[in-house]
């Protein structure tokens, strides 16, 4: 079983649609969250950093973490065809990002 | 502020052959980390350095190796090139303390022919 299970999708959506992402993790060491977009043939570019449980707001963007039950999601609103891309979840410890798969997101005009 | 500069940013070698990848982190950052990205492993974790000491390595084989300078500069050495071996290598900077976040640069992509 894998540290971070992610579903890979894809995940196609029409444009203005919520999109939801999440993630399950089995190490109760990781304690820090963060997610990642990344386009084609790109390096991954920091979304959203997290600690706490609870959720954090950053514009569209909204994370939420769950430790008890070793959950996170991501959810963008108002989505838009620019909001295309893989989003990857990942999580620290002892200075290692483990991934998730990865889910394609197509937002559809 | 610049990002993570890696170089070059495609490679194409032959089997057999070695190769050395470079990383230059935000400035200010004393970590540096590398990934192996590809699309039957997703991204795998190679090994982290801070202050020119590797911290973290991950489950790869002693072909692959790394270093990290005074300057935080890091490279990425691989030796004995395989087919497998072809891949998007990441690397990310973070200013090395645990509850911080990771930036990546935009990858070297290698083919090993």
């Known amino acids: 079983q894998k540290e971070v299970e992610q579903d890979p999708g894809p995940l196609s959506v029409p444009e203005g649609a919520i999109v939801s992402l999440n993630c399950t993790y089995s190490?109760?060491?990781?304690?820090?969250f963060m997610w990642y977009r990344q386009y084609s043939r790109k390096g991954p570019e920091l979304l959203m950093y997290t600690y706490s449980s609870g959720n954090k707001e950053d514009g569209r963007f909204t994370a939420q973490v769950d430790k008890s039950s070793k959950y996170i999601s991501l959810f963008i609103r108002d989505s838009q065809p620019s909001d295309s891309a893989t989003y990857l979840c990942a999580m620290i410890d002892d200075y290692k990002l483990s991934f998730g798969a990865g889910t394609t997101v197509t937002v559809r005009a | 502020k610049a990002g993570v500069t890696q170089t070059p940013r495609y490679l194409i070698k032959t089997r057999g052959q070695q190769v050395t990848l470079s990383c230059s982190p935000i400035s200010g950052h004393r970590s540096v980390s590398w990934y192996q990205q590809t699309p039957g492993q997703g991204l795998q974790f190679l090994f982290e350095?801070?202050?020119?000491?590797?911290?973290n390595k991950g489950n790869f084989p002693g072909r692959f190796s790394g270093r990290q300078f005074s300057n935080s500069r890091s490279e990425m050495n691989v030796s004995t090139l395989e087919l497998g071996d072809s891949a998007l290598y990441l690397c990310?900077?973070?200013?090395?303390?645990?509850?911080?976040?990771?930036?990546f640069g935009q990858g070297t992509r290698l083919t090993v022919v």
């Open positions: 990310a900077s973070s200013t090395g303390y645990r509850d911080t976040e990771a930036f």
């Open positions: 190490n109760s060491a990781f304690q820090y």
């Open positions: 350095y801070f202050s020119e000491t590797q911290r």
